[in-house]
């Protein structure tokens, strides 16, 4: 099994909502990833988690916090967004222990904030 | 070192082949991937060089030079369904652990 499913595949919310993202994998791998991707624009490396533990957080605004319950689930917490963080968020897996040459990312979720 | 660059677009003709070059920075590079992604879908996995030289999966085949912090995909006998982005991702090592990050894209369009 090389998937990474998402949910919710898409999702509406307004500035004042609190909503989450999940993430799972079941290829234990032990490095899980957070990416915000613009239209016509790169994946944006947010949060990386490696054995459950927040590794890297790249400067992202504290309205949007990670959580990583266990080794096959990643959430995305979100709460008083503003309408420049509609965006794809993807998630992505790779093993731990080595550099990430190969990332499985899941389809992601289209979030749109009104 | 310099910064991550590849170019923006590129146009084949069906049946050819095109080379997508990258070239990026140094400090506490480990390895270069590519990534692949249509419009609307989510970033795949295509090749990595962790040694310098020429990996080939298929038709894609990707080429790393540490000494030149520059690396290409080379893509042959193109079909429409190549249309898509492609993503050069070095990998970095620091803080413990590894991390992507990716160019800007190419936006390749193959046509008839």
């Known amino acids: 099994d090389t998937e990474v499913t998402q949910t919710p595949k898409h999702l509406v919310m307004g500035m004042t909502n609190k909503k989450s993202l999940k993430c799972e994998q079941h290829?234990?791998?032990?490095?899980m990833y957070w990416y915000k991707q613009k239209a016509k624009k790169p994946p944006e490396l947010m949060f990386v988690y490696s054995y459950e533990k927040l590794s890297i957080n790249e400067s992202v605004p504290s309205r949007f916090s990670p959580e990583c319950p266990n080794s096959s689930l990643l959430n995305l917490h979100l709460h008083a967004l503003q309408p420049e963080d509609s965006a794809l968020y993807l998630c992505?897996?790779?093993?731990?222990?080595?550099?990430?040459?190969?990332?499985?990312f899941g389809p992601g979720t289209r979030l749109l904030v009104l | 070192g310099q910064s991550l660059e590849q170019p923006s677009e590129v146009t084949a003709v069906e049946g050819a082949i095109v080379q997508i070059n990258c070239t990026y920075q140094?400090?506490?590079?480990?390895?270069l991937s590519w990534y692949q992604q249509h419009d609307g879908g989510a970033p795949t996995f295509l090749s990595y060089?962790?040694?310098?030289g020429l990996e080939e999966t298929g038709r894609f085949s990707s080429f790393l030079s540490r000494s030149d912090s520059y690396g290409y995909l080379l893509l042959q006998e193109l079909q429409m369904k190549d249309s898509a982005s492609y993503f050069c991702?070095?990998?970095?090592?620091?803080?413990?652990?590894?991390?992507?990050?990716f160019g800007k894209g190419t936006k390749l369009s193959v046509i008839p």
């Open positions: 992505a897996s790779s093993h731990a222990q080595a550099p990430p040459k190969t990332q499985y």
């Open positions: 060089n962790g040694l310098d």
């Open positions: 290829m234990g791998h032990r490095a």
């Open positions: 140094t400090s506490g590079f480990y390895g």
């Open positions: 991702a070095p990998a970095y090592s620091g803080a413990g652990s590894y991390q992507l990050t």
